[in-house]
């Protein structure tokens, strides 16, 4: 399913060198004996998922298919970007279909929130909160606005089919809120850290909203619960891929930037640098990680990539397959110059433009490049993927002596913010 190719890496080191090394926490890893162990529910979540709750998933998404051409999801952090990387990498940013996702709780912009709310009210709208804590304050008072609007659209008690909220199974405010609403509730595990939380109602409600079969997601999952679950380094490269960044950052190379070649994988590059940056980032260690959309992005970061100091590596995520493809037409005039590409397919176009840019950043700009490849943006693939850089992102913090799965940092903004805003203590 998913590849590593790190031919073009410029590795000093040789993968296989690291199996002790491996074997060791691939065993830490599945005993639930490291450090973060009461956040390794993702581990086996392929096989453990509450089955029930999933089946209630597809029935709600589909009872409310009809009655809704905007669903609208509410969350931030770990209770967004899976959700949005999804999404869009599974349907494309203009998909052939009524219904439009909008996100929310996001941000405090105020220009942001306010032209969703306008942009929304004419439209017939299912909301999705997603707070684990609830305390969020960027998603609480988002929330706070989105229920008056729908409770003034719908009423209270038409709201308590349209209102979603998937948060902790048993305590928080947004659990209290929900039950005193009497919303439908989905959980997001304990064990499952936000950043991982894509593969549980957090990630999986919003697709299914959106009319995404979850069912593939998970099979996919499964998948890559299965052939990832080796320690054998020659078998698992995403293993092999958390290596090779540790060897890259032993030589010298603190950036990673993460590159597709498909604008509807941006969020996918924004979800990836909250997994490895949250994970990684932390008691003054890690690679920093980037990402860019190429070429549109070669066209800006080209420059400093090809000739800029040499702090980064490339990690390459490529799409074997398009989803949609257009043949470049003949012109009679050809007053563009562009007839040398009539009868090419765009995707063939995009892929010898990636097989250029590679040989420009490795061999005459020295900047590694790790290539993984998938198979297409599939919602089988989706679910593969989240597992393999799961897995990855364990591995390779565990070799920096780093818990994967904590995030103190995050904490000390909050604290200055709430101080100027008068927050009760
Ligand atoms: O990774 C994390 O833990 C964060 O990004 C959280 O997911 C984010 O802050 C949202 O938290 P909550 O779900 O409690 O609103």
């Given at each position: 399913m998913m590849k590593l190719d790190s031919t073009q890496a410029l590795l000093k080191e040789d993968i296989s060198s690291y199996q002790e090394q491996v074997s060791r926490i691939h065993k830490m890893i599945h005993d639930k004996?490291?450090?973060?162990?009461?956040?390794?529910?993702?581990?086996d979540w392929a096989e453990n998922y509450d089955k029930e709750e999933f089946e209630r998933m597809i029935k709600v998404a589909e009872k409310l298919n009809d009655k809704t051409d905007c669903v609208v999801v509410c969350g931030i952090g770990g209770s967004y970007l899976g959700a949005r990387a999804a999404i869009e990498m599974i349907q494309g940013l203009y998909p052939d279909q009524a219904k439009e996702v909008v996100f929310i709780g996001n941000t405090f912009s105020s220009n942001y929130i306010s032209q969703v709310l306008n942009h929304i009210k004419d439209k017939d709208v299912v909301v999705n909160v997603i707070s684990k804590?609830?305390?969020?304050t960027e998603t609480a008072l988002a929330f706070r606005l989105l229920k008056q609007f729908m409770e003034r659209k719908y009423g209270k008690e038409e709201c308590r089919e349209r209102i979603l909220a998937t948060t902790d199974r048993s305590k928080g405010t947004l659990k209290e809120l929900a039950n005193k609403e009497g919303y439908e509730t989905f959980v997001i595990p304990d064990d499952i850290g936000g950043r991982y939380?894509?593969?549980?109602?957090?990630?999986l409600l919003p697709m299914a909203l959106m009319g995404i079969d979850i069912r593939e997601v998970m099979k996919g999952l499964q998948a890559a619960y299965a052939d990832l679950n080796t320690d054998d380094l020659s078998k698992n490269d995403a293993y092999q891929y958390a290596v090779a960044r540790r060897i890259l950052q032993n030589q010298g190379y603190n950036v990673e930037m993460f590159v597709t070649y498909e604008p509807q994988l941006q969020c996918l590059g924004e979800w990836f640098k909250q997994l490895m940056g949250e994970s990684e980032g932390k008691e003054g260690k890690g690679i920093l990680p980037d990402s860019a959309t190429f070429s549109t992005d070669l066209h800006s970061l080209g420059q400093f990539i090809q000739?800029?100091?040499?702090?980064l590596f490339e990690t390459l995520l490529a799409v074997e397959k398009p989803t949609l493809d257009s043949v470049v037409p003949t012109d009679p005039d050809n007053l563009d110059g562009m007839n040398y590409l009539a009868g090419k397919n765009l995707d063939w176009i995009n892929k010898m433009a990636m097989k250029g840019t590679l040989a420009a950043h490795v061999?005459?700009?020295?900047v590694p490049n790790l290539q993984i490849s998938i198979p297409d943006m599939s919602a089988y693939s989706f679910g593969y993927q989240c597992y393999w850089f799961f897995k990855a992102t364990a591995m390779t913090c565990y070799m920096l002596d780093i818990n994967p799965f904590d995030q103190p940092g995050v904490e000390v903004y909050k604290k200055n913010m709430f101080k100027l805003l008068g927050k009760p203590e």
């Open positions: 004996s490291g450090a973060g162990n009461d956040r390794l529910g993702w581990v804590s609830g305390t969020t939380s894509v593969i549980t109602p957090v990630g000739e800029g100091k040499k702090v061999e005459t700009g020295g």
